[in-house]
């Protein structure tokens, strides 16, 4: 006879990857929308849609536009009086490294090879990359500007599983953002809606993952 496959059997996970913002790395982006608001004479609001919210801003985040047409475009339509420089400096000076993460990392690479996917854009992605560490952790990252597309779109997630060799249901994605978290599972993707460091680890433990 044969035997029957156990109940609940864990899957076997090959690879875990991030999110970064709000998960190793912090951030107050209305810190940067407040300088912009006091350099312009905008309101607050209308400095968060143009910023974080409007088609400019997920067409950078795509690498659709590069980021001196990003600032000209700001430059253009909110009449910022601040010079690139400038802009570049209140745009990036919003990160924060979550230290409580640093630890789990390490003990996770030592098993697994980590991968990152980030809506974000070239800016931003630089600034943190040179300024923190937590990245070298890393074997290889997926920024959406590099990838053209952004979360939970299903091609951002199937482009870095194509990069990775791996099947969907070998991975786990770890992201704070629960509408993220649905996308990665609609292809196949394991996935944990991360809130702190513990609930994370727990939760990977959970999936046979040895932490």
């Not at 912009?36 to 950078?60: D, I, N, Q």
């Not at 997926?142 to 099947?167: D, M, N, T, W």
Request: charged share 30%; proline share 5%.
């Amino acid at each position: 006879m044969k035997k029957r496959e156990p109940q609940n059997h864990k899957p076997q996970i090959k690879a875990i990857i991030f999110d970064m913002g709000n998960v190793l790395i912090q951030y107050n982006a209305v810190k940067a929308a407040r300088r912009f608001s006091k350099a312009c004479g905008v309101p607050l609001w209308k400095l968060w849609r143009h910023f974080f919210v409007s088609p400019t801003e997920k067409a950078y985040t795509r690498g659709e536009i590069s980021s001196y047409a990003f600032y000209r475009h700001a430059k253009r339509v909110l009449r910022l009086p601040v010079s690139y420089k400038t802009f570049c400096r209140y745009w990036n000076d919003i990160f924060w490294e979550n230290h409580d993460m640093e630890l789990l990392l390490i003990r996770l690479k030592r098993r697994y090879p980590l991968y990152l996917i980030s809506n974000t854009n070239p800016l931003h992605f630089d600034h943190i990359r040179s300024k923190f560490k937590i990245l070298r952790h890393f074997t290889k990252t997926f920024p959406s500007h590099e990838l053209g597309c952004r979360k939970p779109e299903p091609e951002i997630y199937k482009k870095a599983l194509q990069h990775i060799k791996l099947r969907a249901d070998q991975t786990v994605f770890i992201d704070d953002m629960p509408r993220f978290v649905e996308g990665a599972k609609k292809i196949g993707m394991h996935a944990i809606c991360f809130k702190n460091k513990k609930q994370a680890a727990e939760a990977l433990k959970q999936l046979g993952v040895k932490v």
